[in-house]
């Protein structure tokens, strides 16, 4: 299957085009020096021939004769032709059978096919001659073989069929292989991405060396599974957490009605057992609204009730009402404003964050303590800072705090839905801002507010 | 007595509405699907009406939509099971004049239901008055027979909102929305530590309370002790 597939994949047909515009460069190349080659050497031919005539013209009759047979004996390599034709067309010495026919006479040099005859029989051949017509009538002619250019030719062929053809195979080969390698890669590929569809959420892409293309996807891509394998279990996790903690009040509710049903005896018995439930429906009715809000904010795109939010006028606001909750734990809370500052964001969010914050801070701090609020400017950004002088959160719990659901066990009897702190992140990260949280004494918690871009 | 139009579609819902608003004095008229209760708001005119969101054969808001382009303006407070601020704002923005999310609590639906009836009428005068007390809209100023009370803005805020609605069921969550413009439930009891300085300052010692605490239901100012 694969040995056919791979002479329809894309590589290989690429390879294939350009195999040929190769072959096709390198046709054109050689034809060039070919013919380059065969025209310098019939213009040398032709030059020596006509050299010769001119030569051999000069001279008696007697003594061209000798100059002829002299000339076709010091000729090793049997390329001089020559010959003498008397009128009548009757050879008088001369390898040449006959006057070659076309040949035209007090011509240029030209092309003629002729029959040679001094080396033992006939021979066809096809060479380059110049004919003149002498004093006496004889004609006169001086031909050269051209042979060399047959010779080179071949050559040329030979280099050609060496070089090219070869060339051009392993070209194919090549683009089989690399058609052939790049399909079983992505044959593998496709068989663990069926897998992680199929639910694997441990599979991973294969790859090699970091330099390649592919490899560098894949890893990018495994990269990303890593973080959604992540997503997922912590989406999990979440689930259970909902679960338990709507389980919760849900069972004691159910408890609380199931037992009054049994033991009631009076109406004001049934009464205090119903006033357990609802607020026990209502605990899980809170946790649902306060998960769905923490969904609208998550899902909410940035930027849509965005305005200019005077930080300093929040949270003076914030302050109006926190004040006298803090007041009924005796606990001092100030607010600090070195300076107005702005910001582009929501303002009902941010007052909510903030909200969250001061609510968290002053429930968490024993009676007589102080929670402040500052607005500040690091550098250009403006920060919000709440703090308090309550228990803290210690080093290993600063990552726990932000998820869903945790209490710390420092403030198990406190009620709460354990979903505030999910809630400010979420709008800190919707406006592009960040959030840290320190620990000293008490707890600090820092919005920083830097400028986004629209 | 008043005639309240119930549009909605689930009968067990509908049917424990119709018992509590009965035994609070209303007349109530009930219809399961969107068409027909458009049909029974123009026929009969109810004093207002209460409209789900979600109904077979014409959707609430479509419903509160129409009746507002035909020029009807009776009080209609929306129920919906979504509670999203979006969805909130969508269903004031087609005409209704509440929105209640599900689930609610009876106490709730019937205060608002009050509430809507009882709308006080944009007046133009300074003065509030719910017998001996007293506030000034434009020096912002209140007192109590002769006593003169200091309150903080927001302390004005609340006990103006109070006074306009004097006599009626005021629930958390509607103070929330209306004086404190609040969009969430805060964690902790805002309201009743707010309520519980104003009710210090207004109620002083040896007066008889105005303000009183109804269990599990929220607050009202009593004209009469």
């Known amino acids: 299957m694969l040995d056919l597939q791979f002479a329809r994949s894309n590589t290989f047909r690429w ?12 046709l054109a190349l050689f034809g060039f020096i070919y013919w380059t080659i065969d025209d310098y050497l019939i213009t040398r031919s032709d030059r020596v021939i006509s050299a010769h005539i001119d030569g051999l013209g000069g001279l008696t009759a007697e003594r061209r004769l000798e100059a002829i047979d002299e000339r076709l004996r010091q000729d090793p390599r049997g390329v001089q032709l020559a010959a003498i034709f008397a009128a009548d067309g009757r050879r008088i010495t001369g390898n040449l059978e006959s006057l070659p026919a076309g040949l035209n006479i007090d011509a240029p040099p030209q092309g003629v096919d002729i029959i040679r005859i001094d080396r033992g029989g006939r021979e066809h051949q096809t060479i380059r001659a110049i004919a003149r017509r002498m004093g006496d009538g004889d004609v006169l002619v001086i031909g050269r073989n051209v042979d060399e250019v047959r010779e080179i030719s071949r050559v040329v062929g030979q280099a050609l069929a060496l070089g090219l053809l070869p060339g051009f195979c392993l070209c194919l080969l090549a683009g089989a292989w690399l058609s052939v390698r790049a399909q079983k890669r992505v044959e593998e590929v496709n068989q663990r991405v069926r897998r992680i569809i199929a639910g694997d959420l441990r599979e991973r892409l294969p790859h090699r060396t970091a330099d390649d293309p592919l490899s560098k996807l894949a890893i990018i891509v495994n990269g990303m599974l890593d973080e959604m394998e992540t997503m997922i279990h912590a989406l999990a996790g979440v689930g259970n957490d909902i679960a338990h903690d709507l389980r919760t009040p849900l069972t004691r509710a159910r408890l609380a009605l199931e037992r009054g049903r049994t033991n009631a005896t009076s109406l004001e018995q049934l009464q205090a057992v119903v006033d357990k439930a609802i607020a026990g429906i209502d605990q899980s009715l809170t946790i649902i609204t306060a998960l769905l809000r923490l969904a609208e904010i998550e899902n909410s795109r940035r930027s849509a ?10 949270l003076r606001e914030v302050h109006d009402i926190y004040e006298p909750i803090a007041e009924n734990k005796d606990i001092a809370l100030q607010v600090e404003v070195e300076r107005p500052l702005t910001v582009r964001g929501d303002r009902d969010l941010l007052i909510e964050a903030v909200a ?22 690091d550098g250009s950004e403006p920060v919000i800072r709440v703090t308090d002088t309550g228990c803290g959160i210690g080093e290993q719990e600063r990552e726990a705090v932000l998820r869903r659901f945790y209490r710390s066990d420092k403030i198990r009897n406190t009620p709460g839905v354990g979903l505030g702190l999910n809630l400010v992140a979420a709008i800190v990260r919707l406006h592009g801002f960040r959030m840290t949280i320190h620990s000293g004494p008490g707890c600090q918690v820092e919005i ?7 | 007595m008043a005639k309240v139009l119930l549009i909605e579609d689930d009968a067990e819902t509908a049917e424990e509405i119709k018992a509590e608003l009965a035994d609070r ?11 027909e209760g458009l049909d029974k708001a123009r026929s009969s005119q109810p004093d207002a009406m209460i409209v789900d969101r979600l109904l077979p054969g014409m959707d609430g808001l479509t419903v509160i939509e129409t009746l507002r382009k035909e020029q009807v303006r009776t009080p209609v407070l929306v129920l919906s099971a979504l509670g999203a601020v979006d969805d909130r704002v969508r269903g004031l923005r087609m005409g209704g004049d509440d929105y209640l999310t599900k689930p609610f609590a009876i106490v709730e639906l019937v205060a608002r239901m009050e509430a809507l009836l009882r709308r006080p009428a944009e007046s133009r005068e300074t003065t509030l008055k719910v017998a001996t007390l007293e506030i000034d809209l434009i020096e912002r100023t209140a007192k109590r027979g002769d006593r003169a009370i200091e309150l903080l803005p927001r302390e004005f805020r609340l006990l103006e909102y109070m006074m306009r609605r004097a006599d ?3 629930t958390r969550a509607m103070l929330l929305e209306e004086v404190w413009n609040y969009k969430f439930v805060p964690a902790t009891n805002l309201v009743d530590v707010h309520m519980g300085r104003l009710r210090h300052k207004v109620d002083g010692p040896g007066d008889p309370p105005m303000i009183h605490n109804v269990r599990g239901a929220g607050f009202i100012l009593k004209a009469v002790p």
């Open chain 1, 448 to 454: 920083a507010c830097p400028d986004q871009p629209d």
């Open chain 2, 25 to 35: 004095g209303f007349d109530v008229e009930w219809s399961a699907n969107g068409i």
């Open chain 1, 15 to 26: 390879t294939l085009m350009v195999a040929g515009v190769l072959a096709a460069f390198i």
């Open chain 2, 168 to 170: 009626q069921l005021l």
């Open chain 1, 305 to 314: 009730g965005f305005g200019n939010v005077n930080l300093h006028d929040m």
């Open chain 1, 356 to 377: 969250n914050l001061v609510d968290n801070a002053i429930k968490f701090t024993p009676d007589g303590g102080k929670v402040s609020i500052k607005l500040l400017c």
